[in-house]
């Protein structure tokens, strides 16, 4: 038996949590689908993505035309450079809108959602995405949200405690900030909690702070330990999230999390039981109560860890598999 065809388009190897969805959505389709990736690579002039982005799209014609059933899994960036006419079907996977400081995007967001409307699908990680097209007249919408593998959560406490050693974070309690830019909210959390006697930790390679914050680049399971050792993950984004790829996996490791909520992450963060901090001035008064609460942690811990535990693989597949199959079907019927 022949596999219907996926094309699935991805911005290369970029580190966040749209590429992690992309890549378990790849892992879910094989044995499925015949599944082609194609990569376009944006990373040599990122400021430059939406004009550059004709020319990496012109690559995909001749696979794009040659076949017969493609169940085509495509970003938003490529949606409105799609040319009208003669097409598979499209699947279009949408994150969030905003989150950007590249101007031009923010110029062309209203026609990069008109040209949603020209797809078979569109699929949203979070309700609040969901609801926000709904309400803009789609129809086509689809809530998938993230998938994880659960027992990549589970954690000896000598590996825990050999990562503290390993990275000399020893001695006092771990705040981990995320992703250390200002749309993430990393340092703006710094300069309310800096005052206090703990080691901060962020993810990325900035080091504007210096000594005061540890940036670090970790590959996964040393990552995974980092949020395992910290006693608070704070994700205080200043843009409507799809999710929070950051706090879920927090939560899937038993660590407390406070973040603003924005877009899709307050679904996370309040179907979790965790805590919600609309602003910064609010941020220091909770964090410093939480300091202070053994027990108020541990049942943050248990009851993130619980709601977490139930986005799994498995259930992310089934999904997508319902959805593409869905797709191909009704193409094929026509």
Not at 57 to 73: Q, T
Not at 249 to 256: K, R, V
Request: hydrophobic share 45%.
């Amino acid at each position: 038996m022949t596999h219907p065809q996926a094309l699935v388009i991805d911005f290369g190897t970029a580190n966040h949590g749209a590429a992690a969805y992309q890549s378990m959505l790849m892992e879910s389709l094989v044995g499925h689908f015949d599944v082609r990736r194609h990569a376009l690579e944006f990373a040599k002039h990122p400021a430059l993505k939406i004009v550059t982005a004709p020319l990496r799209v012109s690559r995909l014609a001749g696979a794009f035309f040659r076949a017969r059933h493609y169940a085509l899994v495509i970003d938003t960036e490529v949606s409105i450079l799609w040319p009208w006419g003669r097409r598979p079907p499209i699947v279009a996977v949408l994150h969030h809108i905003g989150g950007t400081e590249n101007w031009l995007y923010a110029l062309l967001e209203d026609q990069l959602i008109e040209r949603l409307r020209g797809v078979d699908a569109v699929v949203v990680p979070s309700h609040f995405w969901s609801l926000y097209f709904r309400n803009r007249g789609f129809r086509n919408v689809h809530t998938i949200h993230n998938g994880f593998r659960i027992e990549e959560f589970q954690f000896q406490d000598e590996e825990v405690e050999n990562f503290r050693r390993k990275y000399c974070l020893v001695g006092k309690p771990i705040i981990y900030l995320g992703d250390y830019q200002k749309l993430k909210g990393g340092p703006q959390a710094f300069e309310v909690l800096k005052h206090l006697d703990v080691h901060f930790v962020a993810s990325g390679t900035d080091k504007a702070d210096g000594a005061l914050v540890r940036c670090l680049y970790l590959e996964r399971k040393e990552y995974l330990r980092l949020l395992r050792s910290s006693i608070i993950v704070v994700t205080m984004s200043q843009f409507a999230e799809g999710w929070c790829r950051v706090a879920h996996e927090a939560m899937l490791c038993g660590t407390p999390v406070l973040g603003s909520g924005n877009g899709g992450m307050r679904e996370l963060l309040e179907s979790g039981r965790q805590i919600i901090c609309d602003d910064f001035e609010a941020l220091k008064h909770e964090v410093e109560c939480l300091l202070k609460n053994d027990a108020r942690r541990a049942e943050l811990g248990q009851a993130g860890a619980e709601y977490g535990k139930q986005f799994t693989f498995e259930r992310f597949q089934a999904a997508w598999l319902q959805l593409a199959r869905q797709v191909c079907y009704s193409v094929e019927t026509l």
